[in-house]
């Protein structure tokens, strides 16, 4: 297990939900996820980033397909899912360079990755377009942005997201259960649709989850100011 740590400086609003994290490890990874984790990462080679591994579930689903060439970063900012997420990948024998860094601001150059993956993310992340700005900057043009959210529903169960999302933020890490995350990915110009599809599965009031891949374009915007490696 390698492990690298770049702190940038405190923020007033840094990540930490120790409560959340030492709960969240008693909740097995349900089966029900286990072919969308496999989704995420088949064939996974070169120089690939997870966007807020929390305790690492994805890691095994990594190291069992690995290439060769692989090349495994990961970004989390809370520091006790960091410790988990770096405990897991030991366990499951797979090196990852884990730093501590926002989606918002990832501290990587552009066109740096060949994929970027990110599992039940988006409903946490603080900026949910300067986090997808972010990523467009260090995918390499012609590679892939492949996904795991659940997003906002319709009807009555929107109705009842939006009257239990400030308790269910409060309870769950900053979770966020009406994003728009699909609106928001589909269209920005940065990235041409590959995949999308709409799970049946999931229990109120996180639900629907969709998957799917984005392929960033040749010519795409990808704006933003390079990091340091």
Request: hydrophobic share 40%; proline share 7%; charged share 30%.
């Amino acid at each position: 297990m390698t492990e690298r740590s770049v702190r940038p400086a405190a923020e007033p609003d840094d990540v930490n939900h120790p409560v959340f994290a030492a709960l969240y490890d008693l909740l097995p990874d349900s089966v029900l996820l286990r072919p969308h984790r496999e989704y995420l990462a088949r064939d996974l080679s070169g120089r690939v980033l997870e966007i807020g591994p929390g305790s690492g579930a994805m890691f095994p689903y990594v190291a069992d397909g690995a290439a060769a060439d692989l090349e495994y970063h990961a970004i989390e900012p809370d520091p006790n899912m960091r410790t988990r997420a770096a405990k897991t990948a030991r366990e499951a024998g797979l090196t990852v360079d884990l730093r501590d860094a926002r989606a918002e601001s990832l501290p990587y150059p552009d066109d740096s990755f060949d994929a970027v993956v990110s599992a039940l993310v988006f409903c946490t992340v603080q900026d949910p377009d300067a986090a997808l700005s972010e990523i467009t900057r260090v995918l390499r043009p012609d590679s892939e942005f492949r996904f795991l959210e659940h997003v906002g529903n319709d009807g009555w169960r929107r109705t009842g997201q939006n009257l239990l999302n400030p308790l269910w933020k409060r309870a769950s890490g900053g979770c966020h259960l009406t994003r728009d995350t699909i609106s928001r990915f589909v269209a920005h110009d940065a990235f041409d649709v590959e995949e999308i599809e709409r799970l049946e599965f999931g229990f109120f009031p996180v639900t629907p989850v969709v998957r799917g891949t984005l392929r960033r374009e040749r010519d795409g915007l990808g704006l933003g100011s390079a990091g340091p490696l």
